[in-house]
């Protein structure tokens, strides 16, 4: 069932991906609504899906790698809806949808099995420590693909040559005041995502910090995003270099999520 | 029932003449009266603007016509007959349906794509409408050429992007800023170009503007005109470090802010965007500063560079334009033709002659033990009927008259003849 509702959900995610590139070379209100529809359907599945698994086990289902890997894909779809909800940026489909569609294909790829949950993993704050760190990078994702918007948008204006998506793309302006209000919510997320995990190692690990390398690459992580706040209050580090940065957090976090998981070292293995 | 077209326009006769032949203010509504009265014409419309002259008509002889309409025009005009001869096009049937959809999809305007002529063409209608003086055919043309109009502003991308340097500064201020009614604009010098993109600019949403220029007088004098702020001329440097558009058109025959100086800028600004516009020649900005990060300079050429490449991409939406009303005017000589009266004859009839047979038969399969006589009987009857009822329109429809094609595109109503589309 759960395998089922889980592979429609990656059908209707990669129909979406595949119609939002189209209307990057074609503009069509139609195939905007359509990715809309795809997308919205993919992640109503998705949902069942997380809580059928939730059904099965009695816990969030973000044990496992497959699992993590798609709660990630998830939480992405949920901060894009919100963004959308809030601001109506015209082609973050085309941006966003190819990021979920990796992330849920990737985690198609990795073993599903339902493990029970080792007693040491039996707690409250790991679920919320967890929800915490995902929503919190799933908004380094939206900064990631804003930025990525907001450099295709500055190369035009900079260059003087305003074709192709230049009339459709949002001012640069509003890509990166809506790139800085996605890394003011995913940092204290981030940092709260830190703190439950600290004091959940010292209940479970008796102690509060054990340099594995998960805890290393969030540190690394939480400082760029620290950076990126501070420099832009600061020395008004906005802009080209905020994008710049928030495409570099991003991929920082990536490397922290499947290279560790590659490692398979460390206290987190199970992640 | 044709269609005539006689006019002019800019393609093909200078202001000079245009303006000897515009029906302007009051000389419209006369000039349409008494163009609807030439004997040649039935119904009549008159497009008058300040690149056109145009009258519309249905008229029988497109080329008696044609010869009252010239001589109209030089009469009510008080010109020579013959001047007129060359600076007149004539179109009828086809070629006057394609001429008016093109009009109105402003294909045939100065700037293709721009959207007052259908505006125009609007009132021109409504003028003729309130006067009375058209009928089927005129109406049917211009509610066709409004709906085509509205179609390829609708399909194509003819009347995006900007085409006038003042008009791609404000393209550009909207992809560089969310909201231009929370910036300021400095205006830095003046000359006509400089005043007339600020102008856009603050009908596009800036209400801030700021003015300097070496005298100050006239920076005040200015400032008013904006309903802005005067700024001393050596204090716009200072300035620049609140102001997002800045407009620099000065005499300075070298530049007036250095790469080194906006560097500052940038520094004191925290390095929002902004956007420089030189307009002056030669250039009063060091084109070095454009290197500089979220700085965006645009100097007269670039400017010039973004309007060439959207006329470019108008040209190439035109063409979708001109398939769009290729297509058009085929559904509207299929309305046209279905007017006459021969093949509307013919649909009445047939119609008539199936619904009988239906009825015929159905009633003969209910009754299954009728003779041959008796069949034959009901069918005559039947025929007998419908010929009787058949009779008065068939005959109305041959008789025609002038009002024969409001009296065909009745009966195709009443009877339910399909032919025509629907708006």
Same mark, same amino acid.
Request: net charge neutral; glycine share 4%; charged share 25%.
């Given at each position: 069932m759960d395998v089922l509702l889980f592979e429609l959900?990656?059908?209707?995610?990669?129909? @979406?991906?595949? $119609?939002?590139?189209?209307?990057?070379?074609?503009?069509?209100?139609?195939?905007?609504?359509?990715?809309? @529809?795809?997308a919205g359907l993919g992640f109503a599945l998705h949902t069942l899906t997380i809580i059928y698994r939730y059904g099965i086990s009695g816990h969030i289902p973000i044990i496992n790698p497959h699992e993590a890997t798609s709660f990630f894909a998830w939480c992405v779809l949920f901060i894009f809806f919100l963004l959308q909800f809030r601001y109506k940026v015209n082609l973050l489909a085309s941006f966003v949808m190819p990021i979920v569609f990796i992330l849920m294909l990737s985690s198609s790829?990795?073993?599903?099995?339902?493990?029970?949950?080792?007693?040491?993993?039996?707690?409250?704050?790991?679920?919320?420590?967890? $929800?915490?760190?995902?929503?919190?990078? @799933?908004?380094?994702?939206?900064?990631?693909?804003? +930025? $990525?918007?907001?450099?295709?948008?500055?190369?035009? $204006?900079?260059?003087?040559?305003? +074709? +192709?998506?230049?009339?459709?793309?949002?001012?640069?302006?509003?890509?990166?005041?809506i790139n800085y209000k996605l890394i003011t919510i995913g940092f204290p997320l981030l940092t709260l995502a830190i703190i439950t995990g600290v004091f959940w190692a010292e209940s479970a690990w008796g102690s509060y910090w054990n340099w594995d390398p998960r805890e290393v690459w969030s540190l690394i992580t939480w400082f760029i995003y620290a950076i990126i706040l501070h420099a832009r209050l600061v020395a008004g580090w906005r802009g080209k270099r905020a994008a710049l940065l928030s495409i570099i957090g991003f991929l920082t976090i990536l490397i922290a999520f499947f290279g560790i998981k590659l490692l398979k070292k460390g206290l987190h293995v199970f992640l | 029932m044709r269609i005539l077209v006689v006019g002019l326009n800019h393609k093909i006769a200078d202001v000079e003449v245009r303006e000897k032949l515009a029906f302007s203010g009051e000389k419209l509504e006369e000039g349409l009266a008494r163009f609807r009265e030439l004997a040649e014409i039935q119904e009549a419309i008159i497009l008058s603007t300040c690149n056109r002259v145009e009258l519309y008509a249905n008229v029988t002889d497109t080329t008696k016509a044609s010869e009252s309409v010239k001589t109209f025009l030089s009469e009510f005009h008080a010109i020579n007959r013959n001047s007129l001869e060359n600076s007149l096009y004539i179109y009828d049937d086809v070629t006057a349906v394609k001429h008016v959809f093109r009009v109105a999809s402003s294909l045939d305007s100065m700037v293709v794509g721009e959207p007052q002529i259908l505006g125009q063409l609007k009132d021109a209608y409504e003028l003729a409408l309130s006067k009375k003086t058209t009928g089927i055919l005129l109406n049917k043309l211009m509610k066709k050429a409004i709906s085509v109009a509205k179609r390829v502003r609708t399909e194509t991308h003819i009347a995006e992007n900007a085409?006038?340097?003042?008009?791609?500064?404000?393209?550009?201020?909207?992809?560089?800023?969310?909201?231009?009614?929370?910036?300021?604009?400095?205006?830095?010098?003046?000359?006509?170009?400089?005043?007339?993109?600020?102008? *856009?600019?603050?009908?596009?949403?800036?209400?801030?503007?700021?003015?300097?220029?070496?005298?100050?007088?006239?920076?005040?004098?200015?400032?008013?005109?904006?309903?802005?702020? &005067?700024?001393?001329?050596?204090?716009?440097?200072?300035?620049?470090?609140?102001?997002?558009?800045?407009?620099?058109?000065?005499?300075? &025959?070298?530049?007036?802010?250095?790469?080194? #100086?906006?560097?500052?800028?940038?520094?004191?600004?925290? #390095? =929002? #965007?902004?956007?420089?516009?030189?307009?002056?020649?030669?250039?009063?900005?060091?084109?070095?500063?454009?290197?500089?990060?979220?700085?965006?300079?645009?100097?007269?050429?670039?400017?010039?560079?973004?309007?060439?490449?959207?006329?470019?991409?108008?040209?190439?939406?035109? /063409?979708?334009?001109?398939?769009?009303?290729?297509?058009?005017? /085929?559904?509207?000589?299929?309305?046209?033709?279905?007017?006459?009266?021969?093949?509307?004859?013919?649909?009445?009839?047939?119609?008539?002659?199936?619904?009988?047979?239906?009825?015929? /038969? =159905?009633?003969? *399969? =209910?009754?299954p033990s009728l003779g041959d006589r008796e069949k034959e009987a009901i /069918?005559?009857?039947?025929?007998?009927?419908?010929?009787?009822?058949?009779? &008065? &329109?068939?005959?109305?429809?041959?008789?025609?008259?002038?009002?024969?094609?409001?009296?065909?595109?009745?009966?195709?109503?009443?009877?339910?003849?399909?032919g025509e589309d629907k708006e």
């Open positions: 959900a990656l059908t209707c995610y990669f129909a @979406a991906t595949m $119609v939002s590139i189209t209307e990057l070379f074609k503009e069509s209100k139609i195939t905007m609504r359509i990715t809309t @529809a795809l790829m990795l073993p599903r099995e339902i493990k029970p949950l080792s007693p040491v993993l039996q707690s409250y704050w790991l679920e919320i420590h967890i $929800v915490l760190a995902f929503l919190g990078n @799933a908004a380094f994702a939206l900064a990631f693909g804003i +930025g $990525v918007m907001y450099l295709v948008q500055e190369h035009y $204006v900079k260059s003087k040559h305003l +074709g +192709g998506l230049f009339g459709r793309l949002p001012s640069l302006q509003s890509l990166d005041e | 085409v006038s340097i003042s008009f791609a500064a404000v393209e550009l201020a909207r992809k560089i800023f969310t909201d231009l009614s929370r910036k300021v604009c400095m205006l830095v010098g003046a000359g006509e170009m400089a005043e007339l993109a600020a102008r *856009h600019l603050v009908n596009n949403g800036i209400q801030d503007v700021l003015v300097a220029n070496r005298t100050y007088e006239r920076a005040c004098d200015l400032s008013k005109e904006f309903n802005g702020r &005067p700024v001393k001329f050596d204090e716009f440097i200072s300035e620049m470090a609140r102001t997002d558009i800045v407009i620099c058109s000065t005499g300075s &025959p070298t530049y007036v802010v250095t790469k080194n #100086q906006m560097q500052k800028v940038m520094k004191e600004r925290k #390095q =929002k #965007q902004v956007f420089l516009i030189d307009i002056s020649v030669p250039r009063n900005l060091d084109p070095g500063i454009n290197e500089l990060e979220n700085v965006y300079l645009y100097n007269i050429d670039d400017l010039q560079g973004v309007v060439d490449s959207n006329m470019f991409e108008r040209q190439k939406e035109a /063409e979708k334009a001109e398939r769009i009303v290729a297509e058009e005017i /085929e559904t509207f000589l299929k309305w046209q033709a279905s007017l006459d009266s021969v093949p509307t004859i013919r649909a009445l009839r047939d119609k008539a002659e199936e619904m009988k047979r239906e009825e015929v /038969e =159905k009633l003969i *399969h =209910k009754l /069918e005559y009857m039947a025929a007998a009927l419908m010929n009787k009822l058949m009779h &008065p &329109p068939t005959a109305a429809l041959k008789e025609g008259g002038d009002d024969k094609a409001s009296l065909v595109a009745l009966i195709r109503r009443l009877y339910g003849i399909n």
